[in-house]
């Protein structure tokens, strides 16, 4: 299997995988925190969580507030949803499709090559028309969306 085919393998699965995700990045963390929003809905105090956890009472404040703030760690978030009997989901969602994104970066590269092209052609008057420029552009992009991905991000 060439590595053009595996990636795009990949991308399609991990585009199956963001996919269940989208509907919940769509809708925000509670203002208060998950830590804090399940704690309370369970009926359970921060000294009975500091309990589970086999820490101080403070340290569970210092969690919810470090939630809210966004500085708090994976790990930590790991450890507090096992002593809240929940699981910690962690993914990247991406805003728009995966071979999108690609074809985007394709074609802004390709233009940045074109244009210096574009530009020296023009001063010899043997620039192309707007048809033949787009045309030509959309199969650079094509052919260098089968090579090497990774030159596409070494550019600009």
């Known amino acids: 299997m060439s590595e053009h085919m595996f990636q795009k393998m990949m991308r399609e699965q991990i585009q199956g995988y963001t996919q269940l995700f989208k509907q919940g990045a769509a809708k925000p963390r509670p203002r208060e925190?998950?830590?804090?929003?399940?704690?309370?809905?369970?009926?359970?105090?921060?000294?009975?969580?500091?309990?589970?956890?086999?820490?101080?009472?403070?340290?569970?404040?210092?969690?919810?507030?470090?939630?809210q703030q966004g500085t708090i760690t994976l790990k930590t978030l790991e450890d507090v949803a096992k002593g809240l009997n929940c699981r910690l989901i962690y993914a990247f969602v991406p805003e728009k499709d995966l071979s999108e994104i690609l074809e985007e970066q394709a074609r802004a590269v390709i233009r940045h090559q074109m244009r210096s092209l574009s530009h020296s052609m023009n001063l010899e008057q043997q620039g192309l028309s707007k048809e033949q420029d787009k045309k030509n552009e959309d199969l650079l992009v094509e052919e260098l969306l089968k090579g090497n991905l990774k030159k596409l991000w070494e550019t600009l």
Do not use: F, H, P, V
């Open 33 to 67: 925190g998950w830590i804090k929003a399940i704690r309370t809905a369970l009926g359970m105090t921060t000294y009975q969580l500091a309990k589970r956890l086999d820490c101080g009472q403070s340290n569970i404040t210092k969690y919810e507030d470090r939630e």
